[in-house]
């Protein structure tokens, strides 16, 4: 395997676990009070719940990622 493989291996599985942990913890809060009331609006509300975990676990996943990045970069900086 490559670095460039395995660089893509981290990257995949940080955003899943991100996304998967934003999902768990949106679940714990009442987020549906702000949603209209009724089973007709079920599936939009789970969908919705999907759609702002995937968009904060992304970006908290790039935050982590571009942070382990930096270090990296400094730490190999200061070898030369």
Known sequence: MSVFGIDALVRILSHFIFIYLTFWT??????????????????????????????????VSNFFLEVIFLVRNFFEGMTL
Do not use: E, P, T, W
């Open 26 to 59: 949106l679940n714990s809060l009442r987020l549906d009070v702000l949603f209209k009331k009724g089973i007709q609006y079920d599936k939009q509300i789970r969908l919705a719940y999907v759609f702002l975990s995937v968009a904060i676990g992304f970006q």
